[in-house]
Every structure is written in C-alpha cells, then in structure tokens.
C-alpha cells in the first residue's frame, strides 16, 4: 500500500492564491525599503555552525536545525563519546552546518566578511527563509520568512526616527490602519533596575516585567520575588505598574523615577528625540507608543527596542520588531559598529490581512488569452500569434490537448481568462482570428493588430 504523503510539521504548502498574496506583501515591503533606500542581499541558507551556535543563548541553540555530515558521518567518532550518549558531544562530531535560525547573525558574518567592499553607513534588506525547531502554533511555524532592514556603521537616532516612519509606511500602504508601533530604550531598563538596586537581575527583572500585559502587576511582583529581587526593589518599581498618559507623560514620569541613573536618563533623551520627532513629521495610520515594559533582544539590543502589533481586536503575537545593537559585529571580531534595524513577521502579517479581508484587490497570474486548441495545424497558427502577444506583453497560452472546445472552454471559466481566440480551417485561410469574450460572449473576428488592440 502506498504511503500517504506529507510534509513536516511547522512547514506549509502554498496554493497559487497564498503565493500569489504572499508575493503582493514581499513586493509592498521591498517597494518601502528600497524607496529608503535600502540595498538587497542574500545569504546562503546555512552556515557553519560556529556561527550560529551560542549567538542566541541555550534556548536559541536548542532551537538551530542541524545538519548531518555527508558519507559515513558516524565511522570517525570516537566511541567513548558515542557510549557517553552525550547528545552535544556527539553533535559537534557529526554536523559542521546549521540552517540559519535569523537574518540578522549572518547579516553581521556577511558585514565583517565583506567590510572592504561595504559603503558605511550600509542598509541592506534581505528577505528570506528561516529555520526553527519550535513548536508549531498559530502564527508561529518552522519555516517562515524573514524581511528585514538594517542601517550599520551610524549612531544617528534619525535612523531609528525613519523606522517608525518604514513601518507606518509599509501598514498603510498594505491598507493594514491602526497598527501600533511600541518603542522603549534598554537604557531606560537599566536604568530602572539601577535605581531599584537590582542591576545584577536586569534580566530576570525586564522578562517579569514584559509579562504586565498577561499576569497583572501582581503577577509581576511575585516573579520578581522568586528571582531574588528583593520587596523593597519592588515597591520602587511600582510606578511603572500604573504608567499611563500620553508619550510626553510618560517621559516625564521616567525622567522624574531616573533621575539618579545616568544611563536611564540617556535613554530618556534618545526617546524623546525619536517621539519628539515623529510627533512633529506625523505618520499616516500607525500610532507611536512608549512602552516601557516591552523588552525583546535584551541579549544583544543596547538602544532602542521595537515592536509592532496588529490593529485591536486581531489576536495574535507581534506582527514585527527589532532595535539598535552598538557591537553586534564583534562577535566575528569587528568591534564599534553600531547598528539598528527591524523585521517584518510575513507570515503573521498574512494572516492579518487574511483575517480583516484586505485580500480583495490580489489577484492571482493568469493569462489573459487563451488559444483553443484543434489540432496540430490549427495549434500552429495559432503558436505565431501567441509569440506575437507575448512579445507585446499579453499574457497568453494554448490549451495544450487537442480535445472538446467545451473542456478547454471550462477551463477558460474556472482560470477566469476573459478572453478566448478559436482558430479553424476558415481563419486560417483568411489569414485572421475569432476573439470571443469570456464575460459578454461576443465574437469577434479580427486581425493580429486587432486581436493585440483588444486583449492589451
């Protein structure tokens, strides 16, 4: 019996249709990032595990899709190691490659591979798969895209201004309103922390307080205890539990709680320059919102820290994000390159628009004419022609069987082709072509230079 097909779980299939969606977004992200003026590049779809391994911490490493050497990859392993049954030791011996799990560590090899050649500052998009070995749920698979965008070699925050300005452009141009485009600083996360004396817990104290939004603050207040962060610490922290007001309210409770913490008042200035700014320029139909709870890519963002999500009332994660890393290149041994950029999640996105019918003007390729077919004699003629409108732009084919004009005509209906030529004995010999309308179901018979004039 003949095993049933399938595909891997976290993976998909793509009708024409979804790709044909898909495709209206990669094309809309890509008109806005070259419109900034960003430059393409591509990657290869795996690396050297060295260069990915230890880039994102022990859960990131957990999650690299790994790749088996070729040939006998066992037959030079020492057996000590294979009896050990140490899975990381073994690992080591049997795979030297990795899917890439983001865009952005083989942004930083490619930046230090290629800094001779590299004009800085250098913005460069890339859209392309990943690879992940997560749990698969709604929104979240396997293998998705990535899109993203980022500027290296400048510490301008005008960089970070026209971000939010790219993502607001993007959403409106996908007709995707009332996106909100949260922003905070990890030096105001430090900062806090600092002041509330817990700067050896910045981590466990920024992961409690990203969870606000789903436990509650008391929620949040009992995480902190159980990390070790002391009851006093808490309670200097619990404005933060209540921060509300407009984005210049919000600076100014900040700028009053870090007032002692040098670099939490940094990290006021840098947000007050980029909401400052965007107060003034405006932005067509996202909103700008300081968050200071929001605290993504501790690991490596040292700046700004963003994160986008759909309109209210859509249920699902971030619909993209990102933020400013100051040495994120040193990892390969380029030092004090600074960079920020930010990410689309395509796939999260798609399901957006999916859910708030924004489809409705992608239309899926199909050719606009389609040439009966009768026979050899009359598919030949009618090749002439088809290589005539193609030339011109017309998007053609020919029923490739010899078979009833009612199936090929069916076909026609279900592909939605408006147009339809039907060539016979007569046409040929009068040298012409009957042109029937698929939607009216007129004919008529017409020249080449007519037939083109018609279908363009």
Known sequence: ????????????????????????????????????????????????????????????????????????YLNKVDENILASKDSLKVTSKISEKALRYDLTVPFARYVVQHQNDIVFPFKRYQMQPVWRADRP???????????DADVVGSKSLW??????????????????????????????????AEI????????????????????????????????????????????????NGSNQDKLNQLQDLLEASKEGMQGVKDLKFVIDAIESLGLQS??????????????????????????????????????????????????????????????????????????????LPKPKVLFIN???????????????LRNKGIKSELYPDSTKMKKQLNYANRREIPFVVIVGENEIKNGNYTLKNMLTGDQKVCTLEELLKITA
């Open 286 to 363: 996202a909103t700008l919102e300081l968050d200071v709870t929001l605290a993504r890519g501790l690991n490596y963002y040292t700046g700004a820290i963003y994160e986008v999500t759909a309109p209210e009332g859509v249920k699902i994660g971030s619909i993209g994000g990102g933020g400013r890393y100051d040495d994120l290149t040193g990892i390969f041994g380029l030092n004090a390159i600074s960079g920020v950029g930010i990410s689309f999640g395509l796939d999260r996105i798609y399901l957006v628009l999916e859910e708030l019918h924004l489809f409705d003007e992608v239309a």
């Open 137 to 147: 749920q709604k929104g979240r698979f396997r293998e998705f895209y990535q899109c």
């Open 196 to 243: 509330i004396g817990a700067k050896d817990k910045l981590i466990d104290f920024t992961v409690a307080l990203d969870k606000l939004d789903k436990i509650g603050a008391e929620g949040v207040a009992k995480e902190m205890l159980s990390k070790g962060i002391s009851e006093d610490a808490i309670h200097k922290v619990q404005p933060l539990f209540q921060f």
């Open 1 to 72: 019996m003949a095993q049933k097909p399938s595909i891997p779980k976290g993976t998909r299939d793509f009708s024409p249709t979804e790709v044909a969606k898909r495709n209206y977004i990669f094309s809309t992200i890509k008109q806005v990032f070259e419109l900034y003026g960003f430059q393409p590049i591509e990657t290869p779809s795996f690396e050297k595990s060295e260069t990915l391994m230890g880039k994102y911490g022990d859960e990131g490493d957990r999650l690299i899709f790994k790749i088996l050497n070729s040939g006998d």
């Open 159 to 192: 960089q970070e201004v026209e971000f939010v300005q790219l993502y607001d452009a993007v959403f409106s141009k996908l007709k995707l309103t009332g996106t909100t485009i949260k922003l905070n600083n990890r030096k105001i996360l430090a900062g806090i």
């Open 374 to 388: 009768f026979g050899e004699l009359e598919a030949a003629y009618c090749m002439k022609a088809l290589i005539y």
